[in-house]
Structures are given as structure tokens and as C-alpha cells.
């Protein structure tokens, strides 16, 4: 059913959740890993799957932090640059707050409240920060090459 480009991954791991659920299986929790994430590890596993069930958390999220401060970016209309926040246009960058984005791993999920509100993020999510060489999303060609340069330096550096 959601074997297509619109859907979301709330609906696949809701339609998964549902299929078990018919065959008479139900689960505390579950784990969503993306299979375009090459550098997940037991360990990273694990230690989310701690934190859920420590901080009592409905969903635990990797995530990295942007490579620089988003409050100093910019928009492009018509070829022209603008800033998102110019209230930040003086302020130094190591003043600001750091911000992060989802690193497109894997989602640890209550199932009970996962299915009441279908959403991967709500007021008790965990985010358990991965650095930059331990995250690379791959959707296009310059991904792949982009992690295969991580790789290598993993494994061989």
C-alpha cells in the first residue's frame, strides 16, 4: 500500500505494525531503520534503544548538527540572497546555538503512542547526536560517493 514516493514513514511503519498486528503479533516497541543509512551500528542501536526505555521517551531520533549556526543562512529569491534571520546578520557564528537535523538512520518508537498520534516526533523525543562521519543519507550519486569517502576513512584511517 505505501510502496510508492509519497508515502511517509509514519504510514509504512504504520501499515508493518498493522500487518503484524493481523497475524497476531504486537510489540512494546519498534525500531524503523532507513536501508539508505550505511553507517548504523549495534552500538548506536543499543545505546537508543537505552534511551528510550531510560528517559521513558516516545521515540528516540539521531541526529547531527548542522555544519554551521542556521540562524546566519540564507534564502535565494530570483538569484538574490537574503538573510532567513537578519536580526543575526552581525552576530557571530560561535555565539550562536548550535541546531540539528534528523541524520535519516533509524527511529526507536513506542508502539502505543506511535499509533495514537502516527507522528516520529512529539514531546518526548530523544535525540542521541551522531557526528558528521557517522551520518550519510544516500539519494543521489554525490551521496554515494560522499560515503564511500567515509567509509574509507572509518576503516582505514
Known amino acids: 500500500k505505501n510502496a510508492d514516493d509519497y508515502s511517509t514513514t509514519a504510514d509504512v511503519i504504520v501499515e ?7 497475524q497476531g503479533k504486537n510489540f512494546k516497541y519498534v525500531c524503523c531503520i532507513y536501508p539508505t543509512a550505511p553507517f548504523i551500528d549495534a552500538e548506536k542501536l543499543n545505546t537508543a534503544f537505552q534511551l528510550l526505555k531510560d528517559k521513558q521517551a516516545f521515540s528516540v531520533v539521531p541526529v547531527v548538527r548542522f555544519g554551521f549556526p542556521i540562524l546566519r543562512s540564507f534564502k535565494m529569491e530570483d538569484g538574490l540572497v537574503s538573510m532567513n534571520w537578519p ?6 557564528s560561535q555565539d550562536l546555538a548550535p541546531a540539528f537535523h534528523d541524520a535519516g538512520q533509524f527511529y526507536f518508537l513506542d ?9 516520529l516526533y512529539t514531546e518526548k523525543t530523544v ?20 560515503a564511500e569517502i567515509k567509509y574509507k576513512i572509518k576503516n582505514n584511517g
Not at 508502539?111 to 507522528?119: P, T, W
Open 16 to 22: 508493518v505494525l498493522e500487518e503484524y498486528k493481523d
Open 87 to 92: 536580526e543575526h546578520m552581525m552576530t557571530r
Open 111 to 119: 508502539v502505543d503512542h506511535f499509533l495514537k498520534h502516527k507522528k
Open 127 to 146: 535525540g542521541i547526536e551522531m557526528a558528521e562521519s557517522e551520518v550519510q543519507d544516500i539519494d543521489t550519486l554525490e551521496d554515494w560517493k560522499l
